[in-house]
């Protein structure tokens, strides 16, 4: 079994910064790529970014672009996502996701999620 466990949330102003972070155990493998999801209540989960595990390339969502970081380190089987200049609409709960076999990446094919940590902004 595939474990990811999320940290680095918390409550923030409009404009300041946050890293995430996810931490892959279990099974021994190496993911093809990481994921970033959230979800605001009452709103559909969407993807927010995904970076491939071995070439490092990120995606971004058009609305967070210029403005978060995904990064990972392998070694550490750890992914990253830095927040700058946060905005009361990236309020949510952030998911991290592994997707094994590139399958329909960079937003789709995800098949192991964590928990989730909350990011909340305040005007």
């Known amino acids: 079994q595939v474990q990811l466990a999320e940290s680095g949330g918390g409550l923030v102003q409009a404009g300041a910064s946050l890293r995430l972070s996810c931490v892959v155990s279990?099974?021994?493998?190496?993911?093809?790529?990481m994921g970033w999801f959230r979800q605001a209540p009452g709103k559909e989960r969407e993807f927010v970014a995904a970076?491939?595990?071995?070439?490092?390339?990120?995606y971004y969502a058009d609305s967070v672009k210029g403005r978060f970081t995904i990064s990972r380190d392998n070694a550490k089987n750890t992914v990253y996502l830095q927040m700058n200049s946060l905005k009361p609409e990236d309020t949510a709960a952030y998911y991290c996701?592994?997707?094994?076999?590139?399958?329909?990446?960079?937003?789709?094919?995800?098949?192991?999620w964590g928990q989730g940590t909350q990011v909340t902004v305040s005007s």
């Open positions: 279990g099974r021994t493998f190496s993911p093809s790529a």
């Open positions: 996701a592994v997707n094994r076999d590139m399958r329909g990446y960079p937003q789709q094919g995800y098949d192991y």
């Open positions: 970076v491939t595990w071995r070439g490092g390339i990120g």
